[in-house]
């Protein structure tokens, strides 16, 4: 999967995945969390890792697996146990062809393979918590080609995600009509309208500005 240009393949995905792998690590700038709140961090860890751990498209050793890790490096403590101290044995590097059957090229899975190796591990994620998972994405609009393709196969296309809401945020005076983000949301509009929200955002005036930094 490649892109001529602009920002690095999936790297608008990849930041949110790096933030969820981040917080169950407990890798934040507050590292005096209650005790109470690093066991339900911890259990919450143990809950996902069993529930990759048993599926069968992105458990250890699956083609699935090795998907995300490839594309999403960030996501390895996540895919191997590292969060939850497992020793997992080391996956090794899969050249089955249900990775590349579908227009990958030089080994590189297919943007198949990531689409449906995603929507697992998103609803895995989402399935184990007691509130719905929010996913923050930022500046959509300079976001990648293949962010953008994922993006719109989870969002308008799905409907096995449950228990997760995406809050999609860009600058509506650099997204024009023929932007692919426009399409996004056409489509995702037309398709799932009743569960979307839009919010515009202005500028602060000057005055509020003041009141601010005063």
Sequence with gaps: ??????????????????NIVSSLNGQQENDKSEENARNYTRSLCTK????????????PDTDGNQV?????????????????DIK????????????????????????????????????LIASSLERPLILFLDD??????????????????????????????????????????ANIMTKVTESKGQFVAKVDLFSLSQDAITQFIA
């Design 68 to 84: 995300l890790i490839e594309i999403f490096p960030l996501l390895r403590p996540l895919l191997d146990g590292s969060l939850v």
């Design 140 to 181: 959509l609009q300079w976001a990648d080609g293949p962010s953008m393709e994922l993006l719109l196969f989870l969002l308008a296309n799905d409907a096995q995600l449950k228990n997760l809401m995406f809050i999609c945020a860009y600058r509506s005076n650099e997204v024009g009509v023929d932007h692919p983000f």
């Design 48 to 59: 996902i890792w069993k529930r990759i751990e048993s599926s069968d498209a992105i458990g």
């Design 1 to 18: 999967i490649q892109q001529s240009g602009g920002a690095a393949p999936f790297s608008a995905i990849s930041e949110v995945f790096g």
């Design 88 to 123: 997992s044995k080391s996956l090794k590097r899969m050249e089955s062809i249900s990775i590349l059957d579908d227009g990958g090229k030089n080994g590189e899975p297919s943007m198949n393979a990531v689409k449906e190796s995603t929507r697992e591990l998103l609803t």
